[in-house]
């Protein structure tokens, strides 16, 4: 410590070393990642079947988990490969593929009323999340194949087994 | 005068056009049979005619329904067969077709007049040209009256007429400059007028010094300055329409807008010639200049043929097949379409029919991976590095293919044919293409799908919130208020 020239040296890196300390601390709390966004991103690149297999009640539910990182990418079978990138994409993460335990990747189906056996009961009307069925209690139903995600929610409340996905 | 704009990257090909030129442009027979594609290059039209019911020559058979599909007219006098499924040239290889039986007579439509050109303003002519059906005869189908109606709303400055042709094998638009000089520029004025354009240039390559002669003199004999002819140098694809403008007007479309965005409208010289044709007689568009062509046709030449004629009858009236056709492609050599047969019908679209012989069909070898010499990037008329793209391509994201600029990709084929590794690029990004169009699709399926699902979540917990308060209601009811009612 007999130098004194390594004194202002000392003092220009504490300095350097608090300011750069002050700025990260001021940084890790105003600029955070906007933690609302993600589930936001997530969810718009899922497929809106409602269907639940990836075992969350619904897409938005399963993309909030993966924004919490419950949740893994590749639980999505309507998605299927296509999703997964997607969001192997937009996390910074490996595509792969879909875990068979949720289901396997099907071609886009749609729910198809049999109009002989429908009864007319109505009980397939509020499953269908995005309402793409019309009827009323003892009329014929039909399901409005444009509007359909495939999600075959309508299929176990039907009394009769008249709905088929194809 | 030599054009002010730049010139983007582009090869020099063996332009196969001589043996078609040696002929004059003559009509092809009309078909005893017609078969018109509901899908003319841009979508499926609704037919508004039904089997049985008498057609004349120009009657409209079907009306656009969605998207930009343009009017079609019947092509022959007759009674329709049907409505069915056919070959067309379609990607699909097959789609609805309205078949007509023609009575011989070529009666026309009563209905169809000459138009009164002079007491037409700009927003009737573009209505009246959208209600001819004529469409981007170039081989873009677009419906003319949406092009010049959009234009128009920009206030476009200058009007681009491509006459480049740049791809090899094709010269109806050659044949056409030659012989109908003064169509193309009566179309011209017409569409100047539509759109407001202060002034016109129609861009010719340097290899069809006849046409580009035929236009000066029809030009100087009009004595229009707004007007003006000038020759580029014959560089493959010169007539795409983002190297064309470049290099007529020196401005570059921007990749994410069109033209009419930097004031310029690019129309064929076929579409004019077809505006033309309309305003001397009022007669819609059904019919249009083709080359039928290649080493396997007996004498090439353009015809100007019906649209709906078996392209079979059009190889037939050039002479018939010689040698052993390999391949019968719709357009040219470059970004046309293979066929799997002549059982198809010609459409709006179909600029070229190439019948091609071993002679023509050079053999391209296996394909070998990529050295990444790039040579496909230098070639790139769109400025793109197809190495990387096919690179993105290939490992299926579609993100960084999005990124590479594959929306871009004008599919010309440059970098298939400059590869030493002979990929087939070309046909990967068209794929490719595809893809992403679909995927898009499925987006906005998914997107739509959301809003129904918040919606019917939405109507739930009302529903759920007017029960309690019904519920709320009736024990208010039954405590006390309601005590005064008497049970039935």
């Known amino acids: 410590m007999s130098d004194p020239t390594v004194l202002p040296a000392i003092a220009v890196g504490a300095a350097f070393a608090a300011g750069m300390g002050a700025a990260l601390g001021w940084a890790a709390t105003r600029l955070r990642p906007d933690e609302d966004r993600l589930p936001e991103a997530i969810n718009a690149l899922l497929p809106q079947t409602q269907c639940g297999q990836c075992r969350y009640p619904g897409c938005r539910p399963y993309a909030e988990a993966i924004a919490r990182g419950e949740a893994d990418i590749d639980q999505c079978p309507p998605g299927g490969e296509a999703t997964v990138h997607a969001l192997a994409d937009l996390l910074g993460r490996k595509a792969k593929p879909v875990d068979p335990q949720y289901g396997p990747v099907s071609q886009r189906v749609v729910a198809v009323i049999d109009e002989e056996r429908c009864i007319g009961c109505a009980l397939c009307l509020p499953a269908c999340p995005v309402d793409a069925i ?5 009329f014929m139903h039909t399901v409005i194949g444009s509007h359909c995600t495939g999600c075959g929610l309508c299929v176990p409340p039907c009394p009769v087994d008249c709905i088929e996905l194809r | 005068m030599a054009p002010p704009g730049r010139f983007a990257d582009g090869l020099r090909l063996e332009s196969h056009k001589a043996r078609a030129m040696r002929h004059r442009l003559r009509a092809a027979a009309a078909p005893a049979c017609a078969v018109i594609a509901l899908d003319q290059g841009r979508g499926d039209a609704d037919p508004v005619v039904g089997p049985g019911d008498r057609v004349f020559v120009g009657t409209p058979i079907a009306r656009p329904a969605s998207g930009v599909a343009a009017t079609i007219h019947s092509p022959v006098c007759g009674i329709v067969r049907e409505i069915a499924q056919r070959e067309t040239a379609a990607p699909a290889g097959s789609g609805p077709c309205i078949v007509i039986d023609s009575d011989g007579s070529d009666a026309r439509d009563p209905r169809i007049a000459a138009p009164a050109l002079e007491s037409l303003g700009p927003e009737d002519l573009i209505a009246r040209i959208l209600e001819a059906g004529i469409v981007g005869l170039g081989g873009a189908a677009y419906p003319t009256g949406v092009k010049l109606a959009t234009a128009r709303e920009r206030s476009v400055e200058h009007l681009v007429l491509n006459g480049a042709e740049c791809e090899p094998w094709i010269c109806c638009d050659d044949a056409l400059m030659r012989e109908r000089a003064d169509d193309i520029l009566l179309g011209t004025r017409i569409m100047m007028v539509t759109c407001g354009a202060r002034r016109a240039t129609i861009a010719v390559e340097d290899d069809k010094p006849e046409a580009i002669e035929a236009l000066r003199r029809a030009s100087s004999a009009l004595g229009d300055d707004r007007l003006e002819v000038v020759a580029l140098p014959a560089l493959y694809p010169a007539g795409a329409e983002g190297p064309l403008l470049l290099a007529v007007t020196g401005l570059e479309v921007p990749h994410d807008a069109f033209p009419p965005s930097i004031g310029l409208l690019c129309q064929n010289v076929g579409t004019a010639a077809a505006v033309a044709s309309w305003a001397r007689s009022g007669e819609p568009c059904i019919s249009r200049v083709v080359t039928v062509t290649g080493s396997g046709v007996g004498e090439p030449a353009n015809l100007e043929a019906r649209i709906g004629t078996p392209l079979a009858a059009l190889v037939a009236e050039c002479g018939g097949h010689r040698g052993e056709p390999r391949r019968l492609i719709a357009g040219g050599s470059m970004t046309g379409t293979a066929l799997a047969t002549d ?36 070639a790139c008329p769109a400025g793109l590095l197809p190495q990387q793209l096919l690179r993105a391509v290939t490992s299926g994201v579609t993100a ?5 600029g594959l929306a871009d990709c004008i599919e010309c084929g440059c970098c298939d044919y400059v590869c030493p590794s002979r990929i087939p690029l070309t046909s990967r990004f068209r794929a490719a293409r595809a893809e992403a169009r679909a995927l898009a699709a499925d987006r906005q399926r998914a997107e739509a799908a959301r809003r129904r699902f918040e919606q019917h979540q939405r109507r739930l917990a009302m529903q759920a919130e007017a029960e309690r308060q019904a519920f709320e209601e009736a024990r208010r009811l039954a405590r006390g208020d309601g005590a005064g009612r008497s049970d039935p």
């Open chain 1, 134 to 138: 019309i009827g009323a209690p003892r």
């Open chain 2, 343 to 378: 059982d198809v019908a010609l459409t709006k679209a179909m600029n070229c029919i190439l019948v091609a012989t071993a002679l023509d069909l050079v053999p391209r070898g296996e394909e070998m991976p990529c050295i990444r010499c790039g040579d496909c990037a230098s």
């Open chain 2, 400 to 404: 960084e293919a999005g990124r590479y």
